[in-house]
Every structure is written in structure tokens, then in C-alpha cells.
């Protein structure tokens, strides 16, 4: 049973330039949500996605962007990169509940650097 | 607002040694959820435990334990006769209810020396 997986595992950019992280859930789950994680910090939640639309969304600016696909697939868009962005990006997959709240399974993240 | 704390940036400790790890919540909703989770050099966020906040008994798997105490606001995580596979950074998280949003503490970097 494949848990999340995120590709690619490193990224180069330099600022101002664009880039697409991709994220696949683990079997069975249909909401993925996106952390960053600065270095010496903890994850900070940028949005999650269900139904292919977004549902929740962190104190992040419009230039963090994403998209969910029917196979619950999940792309997160930078644009306009600063050197601030340069962190750990991980996905989290659960099942959607309307009650309980479900543990989030994490993937082994993409880090990115902004030159 | 919604805030984690864990004001215990890194422990090291020799093998077989306790360790506790401490975490204060700061939160107005009635009903939450607390987390912690571990991640390895790999990068890998791992799930070791999830608790609402109606049960406040303590818990124990294997060599973890957890004390969650409401009148406090906390919920620390003690490792028994740690190994060195227990080197990783510990992070306690908090979520309201009908979310999956998890607001992290800044993490423990735990050492466990041979």
C-alpha cells in the first residue's frame, strides 16, 4: 500500500521564476492538504483540498496556489518566487470525515531553494 | 487563537535514559484534537498518536507514554529507555473540530547517544 508520495524530491529556482510541486495521496484518501515548513520550524498549514476544490486555507498569499485532480491528485503552484519561500513543502492525505477528526498521513516533502 | 508551544528546542540524553517531552496548548474550542508526530532525517511527518480532548486518560504504547492534562493545558510525551533510533524531531499539534488543520509547535530535537 503506497503512502504519499511527492515529487520531485529537490528543486533549484531562482526568484521570480514559477514551480509546480505534485503530491499523491495514499490509497483510499481523497483530501490533501499542503504545509511549508521553514528550516528549524514546524509545518505551517497553506490550504487543503477535497472535491477538487479548495476548502481551507492558511495565512498564505495569492502567489500559493493549487489544484485537485479526480483522482484526488494534488498540485501546489508558487509563483513570483522569493527567497523566503526556500522550505520543506509537504503533502498530508486523510479520508474526509464530517465528524471526527481524521490523522494526516505526510509525505517525505519536496525542498525547495530560491536562489 | 490557536497556539502550541514547545519550549524545549533540543534534548540529548544517553541511551536507555527517560526522556520527556513537553508540550502547552493554547486553544477556546471545546472540543480538539492533539497530535504528535515524529520526523526522521527523511523528512517524513510520522503519526504516533492522536487524543480528543474528552479523554484525558494517559496512555501507553510500548516504550511511549503520553500525559495529557486539561487543567494545564498540556500534553507531554515520554519515551522509555530511549534508543538511538529515537533520534528524530518531535512535534506536538493541535486541531478544532470538522478540520484536519494542524497548528504545529516549533518541534523537540531529540539526540539519543550510544
Known amino acids: 500500500d503506497a503512502g504519499v508520495t511527492q515529487s520531485p524530491t529537490h528543486l533549484i529556482k531562482t526568484r521570480g521564476q514559477q514551480v509546480t510541486l505534485r503530491c499523491s495521496p495514499k490509497?483510499?484518501?481523497?483530501?490533501v492538504s499542503w504545509y511549508q515548513q521553514a528550516l528549524g520550524q514546524g509545518p505551517q498549514f497553506i490550504f487543503q483540498y477535497y472535491e477538487e476544490e479548495e476548502r481551507q486555507r492558511g495565512n498564505f498569499p495569492d502567489r500559493f496556489s493549487g489544484h485537485q485532480f479526480p483522482n484526488y491528485s494534488s498540485e501546489l503552484n508558487v509563483n513570483a518566487l522569493l527567497l523566503g519561500d526556500s522550505a520543506l513543502y509537504l503533502c498530508?492525505?486523510?479520508?474526509?470525515?464530517?465528524?471526527?477528526?481524521?490523522?494526516?498521513?505526510f509525505g517525505s516533502g519536496t525542498q525547495l531553494s530560491v536562489l | 487563537a490557536q497556539k502550541v508551544t514547545q519550549a524545549q528546542t533540543e534534548i540529548s540524553v544517553v541511551e536507555k535514559e527517560d526522556v520527556t517531552l513537553d508540550c502547552v496548548y493554547e486553544t477556546r474550542d471545546t472540543t480538539y484534537y492533539l497530535f504528535w508526530y515524529k520526523q526522521p532525517p527523511s523528512g517524513e511527518l510520522v503519526f504516533l498518536i492522536r487524543?480528543?480532548?474528552?479523554?484525558?486518560q494517559n496512555e501507553i504504547s510500548g516504550r511511549y507514554s503520553w500525559n495529557f492534562q486539561k487543567s494545564t493545558s498540556s500534553f507531554n510525551f515520554t519515551i522509555t529507555a530511549s534508543q538511538v533510533v529515537d533520534s528524530a524531531v518531535y512535534f506536538c499539534a493541535l486541531s478544532g473540530t470538522y478540520t484536519d488543520k494542524l497548528i504545529f509547535g516549533t518541534g523537540t530535537r531529540l539526540q539519543v547517544f550510544p
Open positions: 498530508a492525505s486523510s479520508r474526509r470525515r464530517q465528524s471526527t477528526n481524521e490523522k494526516l498521513f
Open positions: 490509497s483510499g484518501h481523497d483530501t
Open positions: 487524543r480528543n480532548s474528552f479523554d484525558e
